[in-house]
Nanobody
């Protein structure tokens, strides 16, 4: 069982920056497909960014050019650097991980086996 713990959320003004971190309890962190999701009140959960074991990354169009996902596998930690934050980025942010399937690309779909408890990001105008 992999346990994930997020940190780094908070309240900022529009245009500000935050860096989220997600620390995993497993030493095989590098082998997982890892992602950040977010969910705003009254809205569906959406994938924000993902990274696979080969460090391939994908960022949702809504955050492309502003957010950057990265992983430090020596520290078993996933990061999300968020710049130029806007009020529409306000949401609960969750890190998630799932086992990679050989021959299949890591994507936002399917079952994500492990979830963190979430960290709130609030952006005021």
């Amino acid at each position: 069982q992999v346990q994930l713990a997020e940190s780094g959320g908070g309240s900022v003004q529009a245009g500000g920056s935050l860096r989220l971190a997600c620390t995993a309890s497993t030493p095989t962190w590098s082998s997982y497909c890892k992602a950040w999701f977010r969910q705003a009140p009254g809205k569906e959960r959406e994938g924000v960014a993902l990274i696979d074991s080969d460090d391939y990354t994908n960022h949702a169009d809504s955050v492309k050019g502003r957010f950057t996902i990265s992983a430090d596998n020596n520290k078993n930690t996933l990061y999300l650097q968020m710049n130029s934050l806007q009020p529409e980025d306000t949401a609960m942010y969750y890190c998630a991980a799932k086992n990679e399937v050989p021959g299949r690309a890591c994507d936002y779909e399917g079952s994500w086996h492990y979830w963190g408890q979430g960290t709130q990001v609030t952006v005021s105008s």
